[in-house]
């Protein structure tokens, strides 16, 4: 019998016995990635964790959090699509609270991310400096 592992230490288990969701190959179960919804959640995402420096930069809890807020990002350009077309909010009042407490929410979740964006290191390695030089000279 194995030992569990200590606490905070997580196990890496290969790819093929991990879901495609964590292998980033879906982004959500059963759903066609090729849909507009899903297409601009993974777009809003990947924005969100650009801003935070990178995906190596994130912990899993700011992923998911970033997912989350990607997810309600998206169903407020639905609502707001919905308001433009009307021309208005609506006479419908849940319609506009609905919105109101997702943008809240939003609002919250991106606070947990800090709203700002992260510095990442984009100094060429010395290597990748040398090869810049070369062309340069070669042009």
Request: proline letters at 5%; glycine letters at 6%; aromatic letters at 4%.
């Amino acid at each position: 019998m194995t030992k569990p592992p200590a606490s905070g230490v997580r196990p890496v288990y290969p790819a093929t016995h991990r879901t495609r969701i964590t292998n980033g190959k879906d982004l959500l179960p059963g759903v066609d990635g090729r849909s507009f919804w899903v297409r601009r959640m993974r777009d809003v995402m990947a924005l969100h964790v650009s801003d935070l420096g990178g995906v190596e930069a994130c912990s899993e809890a700011e992923k998911s959090i970033i997912r989350r807020a990607a997810a309600i990002t998206v169903e407020m350009e639905r609502l707001e699509r919905v308001f433009a077309l009307a021309g208005d909010a609506g006479p419908d009042l849940d319609t506009l609270s609905l919105y109101s407490r997702l943008a809240n929410t939003l609002r919250r979740l991106l606070d947990m991310t800090d709203l700002q964006r992260r510095a990442r290191d984009v100094t060429p390695t010395i290597d990748e400096y040398m090869h810049a030089v070369a062309q340069e000279a070669v042009a």
